[in-house]
């Protein structure tokens, strides 16, 4: 069966300190793998997607075939960056639907 | 662009009961996907539709279905309600493909009592 875990349901980090929320997901084939951001009150977006290998807000997220991770990381937390955190890979197995990871609460302690 | 917008926003039904939740996509999007969201399973997918056509089907009861009509809207109803329909469900809309980028709007809070 498809999966996706990510290990941490909570996670504090100080304003500044670096961040790695983590994404290990196992499909057959290559899922394309996103992240998706909830911030309070505010509905669910894209954060990033792996194709696009863009860096946005400083997130970047690498993935790592052989370990079959999707990591999410930022060098310099910001307290804006406070919010919920969901890695989902698509397509590759997963029957060309998202399959989205239980989520991270981030917060970032000022 | 207006956004991807939900109605109602919260509902509150009794066991045994149908609901019919609405959502209206980003004007040009063909793709409307649904999901359930709790605290305990997280997102989960339901269904997606793309030109009135179901697309993709998540792995749910029969007890939930859905309808998109020529305009893109698209209905999610649910029947025989149980306390553990109890969720927000969410309505994404996308361009064309399955795994564009992903819209999504505020959601429809269902309470079965």
């Known amino acids: 069966a498809q999966r996706v875990t990510q290990p941490e349901k909570l996670l504090s980090v100080f304003k500044g300190a670096p961040v790695e929320l983590k994404c290990n997901y196992s499909?057959?084939?290559?899922?394309?793998l996103f992240w998706y951001v909830q911030y309070s009150r505010q509905r669910l977006q894209l954060l990033l997607r792996?194709?696009s290998r863009e860096s946005i807000k400083g997130f970047t997220a690498d993935l790592n075939k052989g370990e079959t991770s999707f990591h999410l990381k930022k060098p310099f937390a910001q307290e804006e960056d406070s919010a919920m955190y969901y890695c989902?890979?698509?397509?590759?197995?997963?029957?060309?639907?998202?399959?989205f990871g239980t989520g991270t609460s981030l917060t970032v302690i000022p | 662009k207006a956004g991807v917008t939900q109605t109602p926003r919260y509902l509150i039904k009794t066991r045994g009961q149908q609901v019919t939740l609405s959502c209206s996509p980003i004007?040009?999007?063909?793709?409307v996907s649904w999901y359930q969201q709790t605290p305990g399973q997280g997102l989960q997918f339901l269904f997606e539709?793309?030109?009135?056509?179901?697309?993709n089907k998540g792995n749910f009861p029969g007890r939930f279905s859905g309808r998109q009509f020529s305009n893109s809207r698209s209905e999610m109803n649910v029947s025989t309600l149980e306390l553990g329909d109890s969720a927000l469900y969410l309505c994404?809309?996308?361009?064309?493909?399955?795994?564009?980028?992903?819209?999504f709007g505020p959601g429809t809070r269902l309470t079965v009592l």
């Open positions: 994404a809309s996308s361009g064309r493909a399955s795994a564009d980028t992903q819209y």
């Open positions: 004007s040009g999007h063909r793709s």
């Open positions: 989902a890979p698509f397509g590759g197995g997963t029957g060309n639907q998202f399959y």
């Open positions: 539709y793309f030109s009135e056509t179901q697309r």
């Open positions: 792996h194709i």
């Open positions: 499909y057959s084939g290559s899922p394309e």
